[in-house]
């Protein structure tokens, strides 16, 4: 019946799998949990690899890092079940009844998305705190809130998807790196009129990166953003997008992109004290974009 999926990079997964293999087992159905490493350090294979003895699971090792796309689409061929759970590996559940609530609402024809939140304390590393901070409140949306954008809110970090759709989707493995390949998965779920089915099923993200970090990450995904934008694969659904055309619309561009240039530094030395605002790094991802876009025009 479920085919559990989760791709595995630098990251203890055992606990997790346990739990979840414990929670499929509890819930008697067929079940398979996939664990496909993308070339992870040795010291995280070996933590993992003995997941290969659970019952229920299966763990792969890849000879080399194949990266976000195209892992997931080698694991949705893999998966002998005709629904797939996406889970992303540095994550926990929140409850006993994770497995059960995604049971409950297949229905062969829809893509259910639980979403994501994160620990209710902050981090006790300085430098992992932006990134919960984020996290707390930008990527913490209630279902509520989720089904006002039901294609907008959409992410791969934790959502069932009958194996059928999926194969005839996928994600674009021309995305490289970090980014941006659940806005595409979204936008054509929505061009194909796939409904979404949004619950309040939560996965807790755990895995915390530093500031630094974070912020490369973040300027990776803006740079898989241009590209599509430069392929007119997004619209302006996504914020970002829409404020980049805003400002072209309004012909203040040169002058946005000039004042980020001056300032970035001390932007990004802002947002790594306690009291950071999201419209500062909503600016910070502006500027960068515009400066991304102005490079792909020279």
């Known amino acids: 019946m479920l085919s559990v999926l989760i791709p595995v990079y630098n990251f203890n997964v055992v606990p997790f799998v346990t739990d979840l293999a414990r929670q499929c087992s509890d819930c008697n159905i067929a079940f398979e949990i996939i664990c ?15 997941l290969s003895s659970e019952a229920g699971v299966v763990y792969e090792e890849l000879p080399e890092n194949v990266g976000r796309s195209k892992i997931r689409n080698r694991m949705s061929e893999m998966a002998k079940y005709d629904n797939l759970l996406f889970l992303d590996c ?12 995604y049971i409950a609402k297949i229905d062969g024809i829809s893509v259910v998305y639980g979403g994501r939140n994160y620990d209710k304390n902050q981090p006790k590393n300085n430098e992992e705190y932006f990134r919960w901070w984020y996290g707390v409140n930008r990527e913490t949306i209630n ?10 809110h959409f992410m791969t970090n934790n959502f069932c998807i009958p194996k059928h759709i999926y ?10 790196g970090y980014g941006h390949e659940d806005t595409l998965f979204g936008i054509e779920l929505k061009q194909k009129g796939v409904p979404i ?4 099923n939560p996965l807790c993200h755990i895995g915390l990166e530093d500031f630094e970090t974070f912020i490369k990450k973040t300027q990776e ?12 694969k997004v619209d302006e659904s996504i914020k970002l997008v829409k404020g980049y055309r805003f ?14 240039s001056r300032n970035k530094i ?20 502006l500027g960068y974009l515009l400066s991304l876009r102005k490079s792909s025009k020279n």
């Open 36 to 50: 496909l490493d993308d070339f992870s350090d040795a010291s995280f294979k070996a933590k993992n690899s003995k």
């Open 90 to 101: 540095d994550s926990k559940t929140n409850n006993q009844k994770f497995i059960s609530n």
């Open 143 to 152: 279902s509520e809130e989720r089904k006002k954008a039901i294609y907008s």
């Open 167 to 176: 194969q005839e989707i996928k994600l674009d493995e021309t995305i490289k």
């Open 197 to 200: 089915i949004h619950i309040e």
């Open 221 to 232: 995904g803006i740079g898989n953003l241009s590209q599509l934008l430069s392929q007119h």
């Open 247 to 260: 400002i072209s619309k309004m012909g203040l561009s040169s002058i946005v992109l000039s004042y980020w």
């Open 266 to 285: 001390k932007i990004l030395k802002k947002l790594q004290k306690e009291n950071s605002n999201l419209k500062g790094f909503d600016f910070y991802k």
